[in-house]
């Protein structure tokens, strides 16, 4: 035991020494910046911000089985012990935040509690908004 206690201590002060190595080379680094040489004190414009529509209004669906678009944010957090969209949409706060109750289809049980296929809500259902400025560049013409 206190052979092998010895080991240790001697590989302990091996390791310590091998990250002392010195830089030898002086020479200055260059770092720039992604944005070029722009001065700190220079305010970039804000983006512009997304709009959703109106809330409390669904938006009309374009076909049968359709997932119906969200209108509103969609970036509240789905974790395996709490989701977001059923604070709102789950079929006993439904009435209370005036959101429509998730789909029959989506539950397994009178109570109303999520089949685990329906359970990632933001898997079909995406986000509408107005967008001042393009999410993605498009250079797509019809001609
Ligand atoms: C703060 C409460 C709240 C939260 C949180 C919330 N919603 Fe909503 N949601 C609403 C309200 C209010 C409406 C508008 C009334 C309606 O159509 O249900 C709505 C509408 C919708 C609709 C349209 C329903 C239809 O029949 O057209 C979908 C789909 C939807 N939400 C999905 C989601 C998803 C997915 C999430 C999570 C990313 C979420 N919601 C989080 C309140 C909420
Ligand atoms: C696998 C795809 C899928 C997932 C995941 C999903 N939905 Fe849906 N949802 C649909 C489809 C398709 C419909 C329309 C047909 C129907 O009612 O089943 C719908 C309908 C709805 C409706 C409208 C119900 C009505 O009576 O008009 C709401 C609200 C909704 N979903 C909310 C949610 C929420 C909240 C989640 C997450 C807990 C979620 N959905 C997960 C596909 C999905």
Redesign the pocket.
């Known amino acids: 035991m206190k052979k092998l206690l010895s080991v240790a201590a001697i590989l302990l002060s091996l390791s310590a020494y091998s990250g002392q190595q010195a830089v030898a080379d002086n020479t200055p680094v260059k770092v720039e910046s992604r944005v070029g040489n722009v001065a700190i004190t220079d305010n970039s414009p804000a983006d512009a911000i997304a709009t959703y529509p109106t809330r409390g209004k669904a938006i009309a669906r374009s076909f049968a ?4 678009l969200i209108p509103h944010k969609d970036s509240y957090s789905i974790t395996t012990d709490k ?1 977001g ?2 604070t709102c ?1 789950s079929w006993d706060k439904a009435k209370r935040m005036k ?8 539950v397994v049980d009178d109570k109303g509690t ?1 089949n685990g ?5 933001v ?3 995406v986000a509408q908004a107005d967008n001042k400025q393009e999410l993605v560049e498009n250079t797509f013409t019809t001609k």
Do not use: D, I, W
């Open positions: 089985e359709q997932p119906p989701n969209c059923l949409h959101a429509t109750p998730v789909a029959k289809s989506h999520v296929m329906n359970y990632f809500c898997q079909c259902h």
